[in-house]
């Protein structure tokens, strides 16, 4: 099932692009592609923004004095990262963890100050432009006690690039009361292999809420972001919105550890296959009481298609609550007749269907947020059928 | 308005309407009686053109349009409006979003018509999710007024609903065929009864929504045959007394009452 990426066919060098300083620059069709990957290219309402390109230097911007932001190369320089830096994840875990280590291209990272709540979104913007690149970056955010931060992702390869590798490395760190909401949005190509590995640590009070949306084509796709809920009463949420046409594989999961009493994990995943394959792990682990768990899968085949789901509870106590609810089917013919004795003809009420089982009003996201989303799953769905 | 004609329908196998002559003209309310089993459910689901109902013989038209293998969305569009028994939850679907769709391309006020039945605060919430019995009738009924047909396919009002909502229900469906009622300068209350063009064919078993309709005529359906025609009211009456089984005595004498 876990499938290999041939690291060797990319080049982790010399795609050294100048940094990438206002996203206005790009032409149309590549502001498009970062449209939909959730971007706002005009960095309007934006408490800050982050734009990395290639291999090359980036382009950091607050808006906010509550939000530090910068480049992990810079980062390093600046500060003793030594209590965040390759702490959550193992350089050795697998080959895309050591060429990631081997190769550090860039990445961001945030901190935000304690007790700063920060209303306005921090946008970053991972990109790739070059032909054949791989792209490798480490990323780390920092929110302080009591503070506060909504962060959209975007990642997305220019229309001229047909073969790219990305790799991520995300660690996030969630203090004590701490609310991190982070929102990440791809648009890979066909001939795109993505290895992101991230995990995160929240203490005490705090909340991670991770939504993941992808909408769009990509050649092979494995991620299995890991939230532990080191503190009493830590909270972690993932949402995902994933969409597989044919030619895609993913396999995308969730896991939720839970180490601390009155701590609470969701993980809610809706997929829909119209020809790609779709592996949906999820995995919530209890080692603590009182700790409450909910795994929700639901896939829909449309057509033709792949969904694996694969929820997998436990619990290492007496008293923990876990459950879970899959489902892989498609769409109730009950449901289609419904709205069509309405006056919706076939096409209309299935749309309709499909674009309620991937409502994100699930996710519980601030407005602009809820509306890029929806564009970008708007936009999408005219590609959907 | 509706002309059905030997309408002969299967499900499966199963032949469950056997040769079904009934004609409902422009306004006019129908009641269908009879025992479970009996097919008044499968007439009304093959009436909207639902995919398990298949019609073997026969032929249905409506406003002039033969529609006996005709898409649902298209009987719809001319004007054939169902409420439904057990209708289907459709999750991320909020109902005041129906409802506007349910008006297709006329200008509608979503609010106003969901204050008038009880259902302002069910426009935010999935389409009949967690809904009660009373609650999806109301819904129901949101959607036909938006929807604004000729003719409304009523399966069960009565069906899951308490006394409190069965008053709001009654008076809802007489609206929505008797259309407003109220004295208005200009037209006396005749004039603008006599205008009235929704009809209705309506599936009651307790008979309680009668208390609230003048229904024209009804009559029962048994064992995939329409017998007995008479006074919705006389009907009720009867089966109360005496149940189905005259019904069946009637059948055997080749269902003239």
Known sequence: MAREVDLSQYSFAGADAPALTDLRTLDSADKR???????????SHRSGSFLHMDHGNAHCRSNHPGVEILDIKDALKKYDLSDYYWKLIDKDKDAYTKAAAENLHGGYFVRVKAGAKIEEPLQSCLFIKGEKVGQSVHNIVIVEE??????????????????????????????????????????????????????????EG????????????????????????????????????IVAPKGSYINSGSRVIMDAPDTRAEIIARTITTGGVIIAPGHIQANAVPARGHLECKGLILGKGVIHAIPELEGTLEGVELSHEAA?????????????????????????????????DIMGLPQALKDVIEETIAESEKDMF | MLHIDDLHVSIGDKEVLKGINLKI????????????????????????????????KGRITFRGQDITHAPTYERARLGIGMSFQRPPTIHGLKTGH????????????????????????????????GFSGGEIKRSELLQLMAQGP???????????????????????????????????PGQSMKEQKSRRRTAGLIITHTGYILEYLNADRGQVMYGGHLCCEARPRDILEHVEQYGYQECVRCLSNGGKH
């Open chain 1, 146 to 203: 009591g503070a506060e931060l909504h962060m959209i992702t975007g990642c997305a390869v220019s229309r001229e690039t047909q073969h790219g590798a990305h790799l991520g490395i995300s660690e996030f760190y969630v203090k004590k009361d701490a609310k991190l909401t982070f929102t990440m949005i791809h648009n890979w190509g066909e001939s795109v292999d993505v290895r992101p590995r991230s995990a995160g640590w929240v203490e």
């Open chain 2, 25 to 56: 003209e422009e306004g006019e309310t129908f009641i269908l009686f009879g025992p479970n089993g009996g097919g008044k459910t499968t007439l009304l689901m093959t009436l909207m053109g639902f995919s398990n109902y298949t019609v073997t």
């Open chain 2, 150 to 184: 000729g003719l409304v396919l009523f399966d069960e009002p009565e069906s899951g609903v308490d006394l409190e909502n069965m008053k709001l229900i009654g008076k809802t469906v007489r609206k929505l065929l008797d259309g407003d009622l109220e004295p208005k």
């Open chain 1, 328 to 360: 892989v089917g498609k769409i109730a013919q009950e449901e289609i007749e419904y709205l069509m004795a309405r006056g919706l003809d076939e096409e209309q009420a299935t749309s309709t269907i499909v674009r309620g089982f991937l409502n994100v």
């Open chain 1, 33 to 43: 592609r970062l449209l939909m990957a959730g971007v706002d290219v005009e960095e």
């Open chain 1, 206 to 241: 705090g909340v991670y809420q991770n939504n993941y949306v992808l909408m769009k084509p990509v050649k092979d796709l494995q991620m299995y972001p890991t939230i532990t809920l080191a503190g009493r009463g830590a909270r972690a949420r993932f949402n995902s919105v």
């Open chain 2, 98 to 129: 129906l409802v506007r769709m349910c008006a297709q391309e006329k200008p509608v006020d979503v609010e106003d018509l969901a204050a008038r039945v009880n259902m302002t605060d069910f426009l935010e919430r999935d389409v009949n999710a």
